[in-house]
């Protein structure tokens, strides 16, 4: 009998041990470096543009001083870092590169950016657009301890803002800034959940997990079947209806697409289901609202 008891007290201490070594492990993992970014100046509004027919990318002009080209970059707030793409930097000459790092500084409307690490990410397959010149990704390091606004309604974005709009000054939601992700909490069929809101995934309402999307799909829904590429991989994306709301603090938004992805890293995967979270909300389910973000005091409000 003590054997058996020594046995499972071993047991037990081996699965502690693994879950703390785990939490520590993943807690390191997905810590960002330190912000770099210099930020000065209100932006005012900053018209936005959207490519493809399902809104499938948001970008914001940038400017060089002394280079009269408009140049973009994609708003992922799924990305803790702002980046450039190694090939469509190479004939920038305000962008100065060293190994994968930049130097430079742009703007955002009147908002001046700046920073001596920017990093620099090598694409295989840059985003492409004839007219449109998209450079980089401008992640969640331009909201970090700053206030913003995201108007879907009328297509524009204010960063760096001294204050909140005056509709927003009151009756604000707790959301969490955590690691440099936005993690939103909403009921969704009675229960609590957190959701990460990712801008990068700006085609889709909800991206989640198999097992959820067969949970709140239509069952006689028609699947569309899909494949992107983020990053370096190829991800094949699965979309069904569904007739669902999702509850934020007093707001009732209805939730019409549901979708499951595979093809993401084991990293990725294990990322997910380490933080709980059950799913990511793309731009697509915020498209007739405008979204508040304040991420000094981590508070935000939809309307």
Known sequence: MKIVKKIVLA?????????????IYFDQKFTPEQNYLKVENESGPVSFKWIGNEKNVLLLPIHFEGDAENYY???DTGSPYTVFYSKSIKNISQ?????SVAKTAFSIGKTKIASDYFKIYELENDIKNDSIKIIGTIGADILENRKSLINFKESFISLNLNKAPASFQKNLADFEFKKRKIIIKGFLKGQEEDFLFDSGTSAYELLTSKEVWHELKLSNSKTTIEKSQSWKRVLTTYTADCNQ???????KIPLKNVT??????????AMMKFS???????????LNKNLYLDCLQNKMGIE
């Open 73 to 75: 970059l994609q708003f």
């Open 11 to 23: 047991f037990l201490v081996l699965f502690v041990l693994s879950s703390i070594s785990g939490y």
């Open 260 to 269: 499951y992805v595979e093809g993401y890293s084991k990293m990725q995967y």
């Open 276 to 286: 709980g979270m059950t799913g990511m909300l793309g731009n697509k389910i915020f």
């Open 95 to 99: 962008i100065s590169t060293k190994g």
């Open 245 to 251: 709301n999702i509850i934020f603090d007093n707001q």
